[in-house]
């Protein structure tokens, strides 16, 4: 797997934690868990190499306003929808991303590299708990 100028096992490391979880964890989260492998990393070490995968474009920065960014190890264009409730971020396999894209470029002639689109609302486990 080629990660950019120099693959470290710290890059690495990050890098399958992310790909093994559907969770959209914050980096503190993936620090924890890549402490389990790798008992010295620091949390320095983590948010570098978390920012070094987002801009090479192996994983995606989520954002969502609320101080802490979340991670996806999932780099390809998708939407996600968010529970207010219980803040889980979670996946939808939706067709439409690439013809939003196409879509863009037909009408206006704007060349898209990325796009984000999020649903905001409460997930089926929250709707049942009111």
């Known amino acids: 797997m080629k990660l950019g100028s120099r693959t470290t096992k710290q890059k690495r490391v990050i890098l399958e934690i992310l790909q093994n979880t559907d969770t959209h964890p914050t980096a503190d989260w993936v620090y924890q868990e890549a402490r389990q492998i790798l008992p010295d990393i620091s949390l320095g070490t983590v948010y570098r ?6 801009d090479l474009g192996k994983i995606q920065e989520l954002n969502y306003g609320s101080g802490q960014s979340r991670y996806d190890g999932n780099p390809v264009n998708h939407y996600h929808f ?10 939808l396999d939706l067709s439409v991303v690439v013809d939003l894209d196409e879509e863009i470029r037909e009408k206006y002639g704007f060349q898209v590299f990325n796009h984000r689109l999020e649903f905001y609302g409460l997930c089926k486990t929250c709707q049942e708990d009111d």
């Open 82 to 91: 968010v529970c207010e409730k219980c803040k889980k971020v979670l996946d």
């Open 49 to 54: 190499n978390l920012n070094l995968l987002r």
